[in-house]
């Protein structure tokens, strides 16, 4: 079975532009969460996915938004880059809430 | 929100020695998961124990939910058990939060 798929790797973008990530989850699996990983502020949630609906919403400014898709797939957003957006963006999918989370490898995004 | 400590901090280890690393939380939990992350980033899930104790070759965890800490094991360590140890809890369907994490080196 594939794991969990993330896109891009690796993404270089300018202050103030947009950018995309997408997760394609192990099949079967409904519900897919965001998180961003700093060296200084660690592994935080950005948002959790379940059958298409927003469940949970971590504490990001309105910049960062995302989406889940009929067959389970999701993107996230991020508008107005700023410069302490780079991070790794890591997508975890799961059966349904509160189960086993399975990881990505994670989206590095450097922001200049 | 709930609170996450994991202890210790850093590990150095000579390669087949033992290890008990420590993660407390500040409120009753319905999820808690160990996740080992390499050198590569990769997020690796080792246990999903939200009470009670679980094993799966040389690592074991045991969560005591009513006093709200977790414990993760590994024997005979090997130097690919190299990297950062999370836990992660979560509380009546909010958000998951993530412990510092604990970097361990094991040495050949």
């Known amino acids: 079975k594939a794991g969990v798929t993330q896109t891009p790797r690796y993404l270089i973008k300018t202050r103030g532009q947009q950018v995309t990530l997408s997760c394609s989850p192990i099949s079967g699996h409904r519900s897919v969460s965001w998180y961003q990983q700093t060296p200084g502020q660690g592994l935080q949630f950005l948002f959790e996915y379940f059958s298409e609906t927003q469940r949970n919403k971590g504490n990001f400014p309105g910049r960062f938004s995302g989406r889940q898709f009929s067959n389970s797939r999701s993107e996230m957003n991020v508008s107005t880059l700023e410069l302490g957006d780079s991070a790794l963006y890591l997508c975890?999918?799961?059966?349904?809430?509160?189960?086993?989370?399975?990881f990505g490898n994670g989206t590095r995004l450097t922001v200049t | 929100g709930i609170q996450v400590e994991q202890s210790p901090p850093d590990l150095i280890l000579q390669e087949g020695a033992n290890s008990t690393l420590r993660c407390n939380f500040s409120?009753?939990?319905?999820?808690l998961q160990w996740f080992h992350q390499n050198p590569w980033g990769q997020l690796i899930n080792l246990f999903y124990i939200p009470s009670g104790t679980k094993q799966n070759g040389r690592l074991s965890a045991t969560t005591v939910a009513t006093e709200r800490y977790s414990l993760l094991y590994i024997s005979s360590s090997q130097t690919t058990d190299s990297g950062v140890y999370f836990c992660a809890v979560e509380r009546n369907n909010n958000d998951m939060r993530f412990g510092a994490g604990t970097r361990l080196t094991v040495k050949p």
């Open positions: 409120d009753s939990v319905n999820n």
């Open positions: 975890a999918s799961s059966l349904e809430p509160l189960a086993a989370l399975h």
